[in-house]
């Protein structure tokens, strides 16, 4: 089993930052991506950013430029730095991990997990 824990979320004013957090634990073998998407009240779940375990990256036209992901390999867990926020970024930000686990008994398995999600609002 893969758990991924999310941290990072809350209220910020227009223009402000915040840091989201997703650390992935359990007995993972690799990691192929991990990204984070979010979902605003009434809307689809849509992507705002992936990254890989190589390091490529891909950005919803939305954040280019204001949103920063980012990894610790070692640490299995991903960042997303969010810069010059705006009201339109309010929604639930979910982490999403892709990739190898290992079983008790030694057998490995491909895994789609999800996070919980943490509430991002920006409003002032």
């Known amino acids: 089993q893969v758990q991924l824990v999310e941290s990072g979320g809350g209220l910020v004013q227009p223009g402000g930052s915040l840091r989201l957090s997703c650390a992935a634990s359990?007995?993972?073998?690799?990691?192929?991506?991990m990204g984070w998407y979010r979902q605003a009240p009434g809307k689809q779940r849509e992507l705002v950013a992936a990254?890989?375990?190589?390091?490529?990256?891909n950005y919803a036209d939305s954040v280019k430029g204001r949103f920063t992901i980012s990894r610790d390999n070692a640490k299995n867990t991903m960042y997303l730095q969010m810069n010059s926020l705006k009201p339109e970024d309010t929604a639930v930000y979910y982490c999403?991990?892709?990739?190898?686990?290992?079983?008790?008994?030694?057998?490995?398995?491909?895994?789609?997990?999800w996070g919980q999600g943490t509430q991002v609002t920006v409003s002032s």
């Open positions: 990254i890989t375990s190589g390091g490529s990256t």
């Open positions: 359990g007995s993972i073998f690799s990691i192929y991506a």
């Open positions: 999403n991990s892709q990739g190898v686990a290992t079983m008790t008994g030694g057998d490995r398995y491909e895994y789609d997990y």
